[in-house]
């Protein structure tokens, strides 16, 4: 595929698409990622994920092809998290970073322990409601999961052992994106209480995956992170 000519690419490698075609507001986008750079850079974390899920662009022609916009935000999302989790483990050290993560695990594994079909409220009289069966199938499948990534890391902490979750069918991206079968009232969960509790299950597993990226690293695989997240690899979009 041929590339675009580099006058047709920001700073940060993201692509524009043809002059008709729409795309994110070029401003919009070169303003955020730069002041993004500056509070990554800055002391403390003044970036958090939550401010980059709340981005949000206008739609302009001419604009920045949104795929690659989208990728450099995710990008640097995983860097603003491997940089707290570093700050985290250089703090406190990598058995107290370990105990937060299971510590919401176990919060994120009561509900499995309840019987099928009842692990949450039931949906409101005629409101939609989500299949309780295909809720029940992913709240194993992400405690299975966890609870396999937990007995996988090396206790000891001398070679932590890095696992790539993505290939295993479950993933913080996989499971913020879940779908279910929509019911109605009572047929199935209500959806508030699943949608909270997929956040949840988001946030262990986001924790979880920056834990084994970052327990292993030096300090310059961390301070890199954010020209990896939104430098040339952003131009790498189909």
Do not use: N
């Amino acid at each position: 595929m041929a590339h675009k000519p580099e006058d047709e690419r920001d700073a940060f490698g993201i692509a524009r698409v043809g002059k008709r075609k729409w795309g994110y507001d070029v401003a919009q986008v070169d303003a955020f990622l730069e002041r993004a750079h500056s509070l990554y850079e800055g002391e403390g974390a003044q970036l958090t994920s939550k401010d980059i899920q709340g981005a949000s662009f206008d739609m302009r022609r001419g604009g920045y092809e949104y795929k690659q916009v989208d990728a450099a935000l995710d990008r640097l999302e995983r860097a603003v998290v491997d940089k707290k989790t570093a700050w985290e483990i250089s703090q406190g050290g990598r058995v107290a970073s370990r105990a937060k993560i299971e510590a919401l695990f176990a919060q994120v594994a009561e509900h499995a322990q309840r019987s099928m079909g009842e692990r949450f409220a039931p949906g409101k009289a005629k409101m939609p409601s989500y299949d309780r069966a295909q809720v029940d199938a992913a709240v194993d499948r992400i405690v299975a999961h966890v609870s396999s990534e937990l007995q996988a890391m090396d206790t000891a902490y001398e070679e932590p052992q890095h696992h790539d979750t993505d290939d295993q069918g479950v993933s913080a991206a996989s499971v913020s994106h879940e779908v279910f079968t929509q019911r109605k009232g009572k047929k199935g969960y209500d959806e508030r209480q699943v949608d909270y509790y997929l956040s949840v299950c988001t946030h262990l597993l986001t924790r979880l995956e920056s834990f084994a990226r970052v327990s292993g690293y030096d300090e310059s695989a961390v301070s890199s992170a954010l020209a990896r997240a939104t430098g040339a690899g952003a131009g790498g979009g189909a």
